[in-house]
């Protein structure tokens, strides 16, 4: 038995080396823990958010994180469709005068911001990280929000050098870029290099006038008519001068705002948790006889926010998230290709297997476009090639097979693109089509062939020759991403190249070489994608606007001047005034037709997006709208006690006792055997 | 020894001075103060945006004539400030690469890496991270390690008896599974299913030990097969050598034998493995942490590539060539002290 010393010293190592692990695990703070029938709800992310600064989160996870503290003037109707802004900081719609481009903005009272010790009199000039943990702690109550804080927040997206939402307003308000100017040369890398930059704040823009404390009027620089849409954007959030000063670039992780929740713990890679602002003003659901609102009738006229905790969990993985969701410890989820595969039937329609679970489904349009751009100034695609490039290109969009793409990499959660306007905006145009964007594999052929190309072949093997070089056609067509996904697409258009006689080759590459690429202008066409920001058509023409050009983000770098013109006037129109709207429409037709003749992209579909959700979470009516409006959680409702139920779960007996024999059987015989050696 | 083990120190700077210039090179390459501007700013940032970024991390200088144009702009439209094109080398003046990599080595060796995505030290994140990873992967190594130099040594000392055949055929079953596979197998019905395990999720402290066991159990078996069997034919070739024969001559019972004789003897390519692996240990296991929501360093690894989030990732480089020339080290520092018959000179 002597060797059997050896079991202590093993046994005092492994120890050993855990306590070791485990004391530095406690890098990140937990989270507090909610209390007996709070309703929380749990939604999950597949990453951290970029920023919990309203004018640095240009994403879609950080917008959606900001809309849960910060407010903007002005945010979408919950159940109105389509999209109509109605008061949110502001107390009325604002008055516009169109003679002098100016907004007046009236501002609710009984706004106020969360209490922090940002406001604290002792806290005032001070960075929150040269204070101990017990000043800290020392917090005051959130004052009143004011027009001053809306002219200062106008201020600070326009200063902030890493702020990515200058682009809403750059140009548009009078002294705006000129204040911008000076201030960012004046920010600092640290804190303690900002005190120049924090006292930049007191000079005045011209555009921007506190008439009292609860009255703000801005002028405009240009007819602007997506000003609100813009300002209702994360970017137009109302923030603390207090805040921004006391904590500086780290603003982005200490939120202060007026909104409905307030942070109560990021741990990156695990989870951010809300808990409901004591400090949030009375707001209440709204009301609507209407019966498509149905579901919401038990909801409507409650005091918002209606859950008392938000749990975000990052979870990168499909499948964890979707056997949380399974499991009840996640309200909705989303599906990946397999899992639609497993939830839905050919119909697509829920399986009845989730429907006894409580699990419903719901799907909407997503405002997004799906397309490929051509680099209109390549050699051999662009307009150096005349008729030859066009007829590649059109080609191309004859060539592609949008109802197979949409169900074989798809799983059908899609619409053919035949227009840039996505459906259920304004600019949408029901019954149009373009020509150009049908698929037809003769016409592309011919096409080829009305061009001067050699079309040869049969079948899904064929062979297009340009005869000035006497060589096969080859196009090249950039991908942002390198995933499993995108290479089954990139086989997906090698294929299509083939039935019509072109070699496609696609490059796979990171996000960043592809935004260098397409900033170069040295791609030939790229695979790419566009969500849009605001509910006017507008945001998606912009994207073949000439003066657009790489850099900036006409990355087919499209120039046409009729299309430039057509373009300027309907910009500057305004939807949602009748006499307006007519002419809009018409001109966004036109500039349909100019993208029809001319295909600088391939346009690809519209995204649609298949949601489950469990019958105990009333989700919001996601229609295209709420894509851009990030303040909704506050309308989310759960019913805990059913949501408890469900996440409750019982261990069986007999697969663990059968796996744990398995394992421990042989360990113990062999055990046996060093025994009866030792003997 | 001494002597040379402080010559291996002294090499250490030149060959971090290659890894720095190497990374400094690539990641410059990929991701340009341009593209770096992007995906801080987004893509709908405009050019004078990029710009203005640009000056304030110190890529670039405007010139008095880009100043000029620049306030110009400001006086136009929206749409003739997009006609204005501003050009490097007379509008402003973009930082040399010898000046961006001087700053580059400055920030490597005060382990100033910058700020991840989020605004947050890098070097805070990898100091976060550490725990986590640890927790996870310090306990999955030695357990796998002992399990997998215990059958090991079992298959050598029974070779060709039953005993040998059924740990052999088992490692050979176990290395054929895909461990993509498993983790997704036993994250379904052992967590999911049967709710033995949380399927997802981490806490900070002891709280942390119900999210780590599923995952080290699975640890244990994707990698033990390997391990067992890379172990057994390092056992076997000392099995059959002189100082067996004499140790069991004199008398000496199996178990001696084995972990007194055997093991030690062995000990030499275990610690070329175990040194190599223990160098990597801080990354935790990529796909297992991303899996299971342990918020180490491989999780924010694959955040940080899926993210390009370069300053992560070059800190995460460079971190990972520190670890891996001191564990070159002490695996040579180690095998002498193992081997008497080895001499640093």
Redesign the interface.
């Known amino acids: 038995m002597k060797h059997l010393r050896l079991v202590p010293g093993i046994v005092g190592l492994i120890a050993a080396f855990a306590v070791l692990a485990f004391v530095p695990s406690c890098g990140g703070s937990e989270a507090s823990k909610a209390a007996a029938g709070d309703a929380v709800l749990q939604l999950h992310e597949t990453g951290d958010p970029k920023s919990i600064d309203p004018h640095k989160a240009g994403d879609v996870v950080s917008s959606q994180q900001c809309g849960l503290v910060y407010e903007t003037l002005y945010q979408y109707d919950y159940l109105a469709r389509p999209a109509k802004l109605v008061p949110c900081l502001a107390e009325s719609d604002p008055e516009y005068d169109q003679a002098t481009l100016t907004y007046t903005f009236k501002l609710k009272k009984n706004v106020f911001f969360q209490d922090d010790r940002c406001f604290h009199p002792s806290a005032q000039g001070e960075y929150f990280e040269n204070e101990s943990e017990v000043e800290r702690a020392d917090v005051a109550a959130g004052r009143n929000l004011t027009a001053h804080d809306i002219e200062y927040s106008f201020k600070r997206l326009a200063a902030l050098p890493d702020s990515g939402g200058f682009w809403v307003l750059e140009g548009k308000i009078e002294g705006l870029d000129e204040f911008r100017e000076k201030a960012t040369k004046l920010k600092g890398t640290s804190w303690d290099e900002d005190g120049e930059f924090f006292a930049y704040f007191d000079t005045p823009v011209s555009g921007l006038k506190v008439v009292d404390n609860y009255t703000i009027q801005v002028k405009l620089r240009e007819p602007y008519p997506q000003f609100l849409y813009a300002i209702t954007l994360s970017y137009g959030a109302a923030v603390a001068r207090e805040a921004a000063e006391y904590y500086g670039d780290q603003l982005t992780r200490h939120p202060v705002g007026t909104g409905p929740y307030k942070l109560d713990n990021w741990w990156e890679q695990k989870e951010l948790v809300w808990v409901r602002s004591p400090s949030f003003r009375e707001e209440y659901f709204p009301t609507s006889d209407a019966p498509e609102h149905a579901l919401w009738r038990p909801l409507m006229g409650k005091r918002l926010p209606l859950c008392d905790r938000v749990e975000f969990r990052i979870i990168k993985e499909a499948q964890p998230s979707f056997l949380e969701f399974l499991n009840g410890r996640l309200a909705a989820s989303g599906m990946d290709k397999d899992q639609f595969t497993q939830a839905m039937t050919t119909q697509s329609e829920l399986t009845e297997e989730y429907r006894e679970k409580g699990i419903r489904l719901r799907s909407y349009e997503e405002p997004t476009i799906h397309y490929i751009s051509f680099n209109m100034n390549d050699s051999i695609v662009g307009t150096p090639a005349g008729e030859k490039g066009r007829a590649l290109r059109r080609a191309m969009s004859h060539a592609f097979n949008r109802a197979d793409y949409i169900t074989r990499m798809q799983n059908g959660r899609g619409t053919p693109a035949g227009q840039i306007t996505p459906p259920g905006m304004v600019g949408h145009f029901d019954d149009y089509y373009m020509e150009s964007q049908r698929y037809d594999l003769d016409k592309a052929r011919q096409v080829l062939r009305d061009a001067g190309f050699q079309v040869e072949g049969s079948g899904d093997d064929w062979t297009t020759t340009d005869p000035a070089t006497g060589k096969q056609v080859t196009l090249t067509v950039m991908h942002r991403s390198t995933r499993d996904s995108t290479k089954d697409y990139a086989v997906f258009l090698n294929n299509m190249g083939r039935r019509i006689g072109l070699n496609i080759e696609n490059e796979l590459m990171t996000f960043a070489e592809f935004l260098k690429r397409q900033d170069e202008g040295t791609g030939q066409a790229y695979d790419a994608g566009w969500v849009m920001d605001y509910p006017d058509a507008q945001n998606m023409l912009q994207l073949l606007y000439g003066p657009n050009k790489p850099p900036g983000i006409n990355s087919a770098s499209f120039a046409d001047a009729e299309y430039d013109r057509i373009y300027k006037e309907m910009a500057v129109l305004d939807q949602e005034v009748p006499e307006q709207r007519e002419t809009k429409l018409k001109l966004i037709k036109q500039l349909n037709e100019i993208l029809d003749r001319e295909v600088p992209w391939v346009l690809v579909e519209f995204r649609k997006i298949f949601s489950l959700y469990h019958e105990w979470f009333i989700p919001p009516p996601w229609e295209p709208a709420n894509a851009f409006a990030y303040t909704y959680i506050k309308f989310y409702y759960v019913d805990a006690e059913a949501a408890s139920q469900v996440s409750e779960r019982k261990s069986p007996f007999w697969p663990g006792f059968i796996l744990l024999s398995v394992i421990l059987i042989p360990v113990g015989l062999m055990g046996w055997k060093v025994i009866q050696n030792q003997t | 020894m001494f002597a040379y083990v402080l010559r291996r120190v002294l090499y250490m700077p030149l060959i971090l001075f290659g890894v720095i210039l190497l990374t400094f090179t690539l990641f410059y390459m ?3 103060p ?3 501007a ?13 710009l ?2 640009q ?3 110190g890529y670039i200088t405007w010139t008095d004539d880009g100043l000029e144009k ?2 110009a ?2 006086r ?4 003739e ?3 204005v094109v501003f050009v490097d080398g007379t509008d402003y003046e973009s930082r040399s690469w010898l000046g961006l990599f001087g700053s580059y080595v400055g920030s490597v060796l005060t382990f100033d890496f910058g700020n991840d ?4 030290p890098v070097s805070e ?1 990898l ?6 990873s ?2 996870l992967t ?2 999955a190594f ?2 796998s390690e ?1 399990v997998g130099v ?2 090991g040594l ?1 298959a050598a000392m029974y070779r060709q008896s039953r ?1 040998d055949h ?1 740990i052999v055929i ?1 490692a050979i079953i176990l290395m054929s599974f895909n461990g993509i596979a498993l983790i ?1 197998f036993g ?6 299913d ?3 395990f949380p ?8 709280q ?2 119900r999210f780590l066991i599923l995952p080290i159990i699975l640890y244990l078996i994707i990698t033990l097969g390997e391990k067992v069997r890379f172990n057994r034919i390092v056992m076997l070739d000392e099995v059959d050598q002189d100082y067996v024969r004499t140790a069991r001559s004199k008398g000496a ?4 034998v ?3 004789h055997v093991l030690r003897n062995s000990l030499i390519p275990l610690i070329t493995r175990w040194t190599v692996a223990i160098a990597s240990l801080y990354v935790g296991s990529l796909v297992l942490e ?4 342990i ?1 180490g360093l491989g ?2 690894t ?2 940080a590539i ?3 989030d ?1 300053n992560v990732i070059r800190a995460i480089v460079i971190l990972g060539a520190i670890s891996f020339m001191i564990a070159n080290l002490l695996s040579d520092v180690l095998y002498a002290v193992v081997d008497p018959r080895v001499r640093l000179e």
């Open positions: 990929v991701a340009s341009d593209a770096l992007k995906m801080k700013l987004g893509e709908k940032a405009t050019r004078l945006q990029v203005d970024w000056e304030n991390q620049r306030q702009t400001q136009m439209s929206t749409a400030a997009k006609e995505r989020t605004d947050k994140r100091w976060e991270g550490l725990g986590p640890l927790s310090l306990p030695l357990i002992l215990f059958f079992f005993i059924t088992s997704m994250q379904k019905f052992l967590a999911a049967w709710a033995y399927v997802h999720g981490f806490e900070a402290g002891f942390a030990l019972n199996e178990n001696t084995l972990f007194k991303s899996f299971f929501g918020p999780s924010l694959i955040d899926a993210n390009n370069v």
